[in-house]
């Protein structure tokens, strides 16, 4: 949980291409409900994991603040000084752009299928016969390892290969931040998903759960966690940008997408496929 907490508070500064942090401050909830030991050995844990990933990350955490809540939680914010000609260039999309998705999607449905199968019998009743326990417990895995990974790559490499916008994949869903994205852009240009790339497993559980109205994964608004980043590429960068990614991280991007002319919005094609991921 620390490690997640840290990657998702590093993503906003790789959504712009900054890859070095100054500094990060560490926002920390104790659990008031647990016996003290057991919240002792949580809270060590997590502070834990959260700085060892700010250390990855070249950073520090310098401060923050402790308060007491039902259930733990960990965030933070992170800070960096730079020059304007630090940042990759946010607001350049082109028509003919590719964009490239660096995580799959679907966190948030696998992280609640593990949280039915182990503690809350009656919701997963629901999906019962739909997936197998094996199968849940493989892809909470696959998440949470995602959730991990710090995007610091990905922000490297869409600077070497001349990105034009970028964003993370975070509450909003991919085309929730597809669309905030596209209404800065400085063209008239649109954003089309041609396919969807998610964990294994978990849009047939989207797609069953309320007729997917409950996760709306295939739909593109589920929330993600420490997402990766949506990048618009020039098509001829593209390949060298997904396999040097590969070759660094051992994990596949995705073409997911393309920057259309348009008026600054964001949709899925009618027909957009859906990719089981593993």
Request: proline share 3%; aromatic share 6%; charged share 20%.
């Amino acid at each position: 949980m620390g490690k997640i907490g840290a990657a998702n508070v590093l993503s906003d500064l790789y959504a712009a291409g900054i890859v070095d942090c100054t500094n990060v401050l560490m926002i920390l909830a104790a659990s008031s409900d647990m016996p003290l030991e057991e919240r002792r050995i949580v809270l060590e844990r997590m502070i834990k994991g959260f700085s060892d990933q700010v250390e990855i990350a070249g950073s520090q955490v310098t401060g923050g603040q402790t308060i007491f809540n039902p259930w733990p939680m960990i965030g933070g914010t992170a800070m960096s000084v730079v020059s304007r000609d630090d940042l990759c260039p946010l607001y350049e999309a082109q028509v003919g752009d590719v964009l490239v998705l660096t995580k799959p999607l679907g966190t948030q449905v696998a992280v609640n299928l593990h949280q039915w199968l182990v503690s809350k019998p009656d919701l997963w009743k629901q999906v019962e016969g739909v997936i197998e326990e094996d199968q849940v417990l493989w892809a909470y895995d696959v998440a949470a390892e995602s959730m991990q990974r710090l995007n610091r790559t990905a922000a490297i490499l869409m600077k070497k290969y001349s990105a034009h916008a970028a964003t993370d994949v975070t509450g909003f869903g991919i085309l929730g931040h597809a669309n905030n994205l596209a209404r800065q852009q400085r063209r008239e240009v649109s954003f089309v998903f041609d396919c969807l790339p998610c964990i294994k497993g978990m849009a047939k559980v989207d797609l069953h759960v309320r007729q997917g109205s409950r996760f709306q994964l295939c739909r593109g608004l589920s929330a993600e966690t420490s997402g990766g980043l949506l990048i618009a590429l020039p098509s001829n960068n593209v390949e060298a940008f997904l396999d040097e990614i590969y070759k660094e991280e051992g994990w596949k991007s995705f073409i997911v997408g393309r920057v259309i002319d348009g008026n600054r919005s964001a949709s899925l094609k009618e027909s957009v496929e859906i990719w089981d991921v593993e």
